[in-house]
């Protein structure tokens, strides 16, 4: 079934809530991006880089705020309503995801500024890691990106067996993270401890969240489809 006809099947404010979907991609990119680059350990300007992330945060709030308004004023009809706004829950949570992480990398680098105990280099090693994670994040947000904007829904199930490879390589590489995190414990600082683990908790929820964002929209496709 093409996607044109596909999205003809919404009512107009269906149609509307749907599309403005996308809004929040280009936004999710820009804060991966930033958070990317504040893993780099010769960053300057953690402050001003957590910042932005923040900026990105608050507009995604702004675009959740619209598009929950629009929904309670009946955009939507009852047979979506549910799947709709789970979707632009999940789409806000990945920037709150984002700004959490940012928070948390720009408050460890007060510690690691006063640290005398060798911790960066072990950080850094981690910290390259993380990028990748990121970037495989950025590539589902790009598959979600095509799903929204697909035209057929043979490239809707394409771009959603793709986020679901990407989840599960992440969940593989967060449990040799954590294994390696644990294995070396006895001669971490505590502090580098808890910041590890929860900095690996919270990028793989951020593919989880992606996979969660696909299967909504794959739902959608099939709802309409019946």
């Known amino acids: 079934m093409k996607i044109r006809t596909f999205k003809s099947m919404f009512i107009i404010g269906e149609r509307k809530v749907f599309e403005s979907l996308t809004g929040y991609i280009g936004l999710e990119k820009d804060a991966s991006k930033v958070t990317s680059e504040m893993f780099l350990c010769n960053g300057e300007n953690f402050t001003n880089l957590k910042e932005r992330v923040k900026n990105y945060e608050k507009d995604g709030d702004n675009i959740t705020f619209d598009l929950k308004s629009n929904?309670?004023?009946?955009?939507?009809?009852p047979t979506f309503l549910d799947t709709f706004l789970n979707l632009i829950e999940k789409f806000d949570n990945i920037l709150d995801?984002?700004?959490?992480?940012?928070?948390?990398?720009?408050?460890?680098?007060l510690f690691l500024q006063k640290d005398r105990n060798g911790s960066e280099k072990v950080i850094c090693n981690f910290?390259?890691?993380?990028?990748?994670?990121?970037?495989?994040?950025?590539?589902?947000?790009?598959?979600?990106?095509?799903?929204?904007?697909?035209?057929?829904?043979?490239?809707?199930?394409?771009?959603?067996?793709?986020?679901?490879?990407?989840?599960?390589?992440?969940?593989d590489i967060k449990d040799n993270l954590l294994d390696t995190v644990y294995s070396e414990s006895g001669s971490l600082h505590y502090l580098v401890f808890i910041h590890l683990v929860e900095i690996i908790h919270k990028l793989d929820d951020l593919l989880?969240?992606?996979?969660?964002?696909?299967?909504?929209?794959?739902?959608?496709?099939y709802t309409v489809s019946k």
């Open 71 to 77: 929904i309670l004023e009946g955009a939507i009809s």
């Open 97 to 109: 995801l984002l700004y959490f992480i940012s928070r948390e990398i720009a408050r460890f680098h």
């Open 127 to 171: 910290y390259k890691k993380f990028v990748d994670i990121i970037n495989v994040h950025l590539k589902a947000l790009d598959a979600i990106d095509l799903m929204l904007n697909a035209n057929s829904e043979e490239e809707i199930i394409k771009s959603w067996s793709e986020i679901i490879n990407y989840e599960e390589s992440i969940d």
């Open 208 to 221: 989880d969240t992606d996979r969660d964002i696909s299967e909504l929209i794959l739902n959608v496709v």
